[in-house]
């Protein structure tokens, strides 16, 4: 007699395709009328919304290197959205600096968690 399998339960440390900032009006918009926080090794802008999952924008730009960095980057700014994940229907657009390649994962998490919970004024 064998088990069943056990219906697979989604990880809280999934970064679902619904948490994602994707379309150029939606940054422009977080951009224009989020909050906007900087450090050495990324800014970030976060603006709230009515409803919904925290959702993540990462602009990584050739400024920063080869495609090779520009995804090392965002491949850590996703690990720790998804490790640190706003409880608040929150947009989160990071824009990871050079910086960030050479530093530790625990510097970069600092940086991120003060980011996210410093309050600043808007930009616009």
Do not use: C, Q, W
């Amino acid at each position: 007699m064998s088990a069943s399998p056990k219906p697979h339960a989604p990880s809280p440390h999934r970064f679902l395709a619904r948490e994602h900032v994707r379309k150029r009006a939606e940054f422009e918009l977080i951009y224009k009328t989020g909050f906007k926080r900087s450090g050495r090794l990324m800014t970030m802008f976060t603006m709230e919304r009515e409803g919904g999952p925290a959702r993540l924008g990462i602009a990584a730009t050739r400024k920063m290197g080869a495609a090779v960095e520009r995804n090392r980057a965002k491949r850590l700014v996703r690990e720790l959205f998804r490790h640190h994940k706003p409880a608040a229907a929150l947009d989160v657009v990071v824009v990871p600096r050079r910086e960030m390649l050479d530093a530790s994962y625990d510097r970069i998490e600092a940086e991120f968690l003060s980011l996210l919970t410093k309050r600043m004024k808007p930009n616009g």
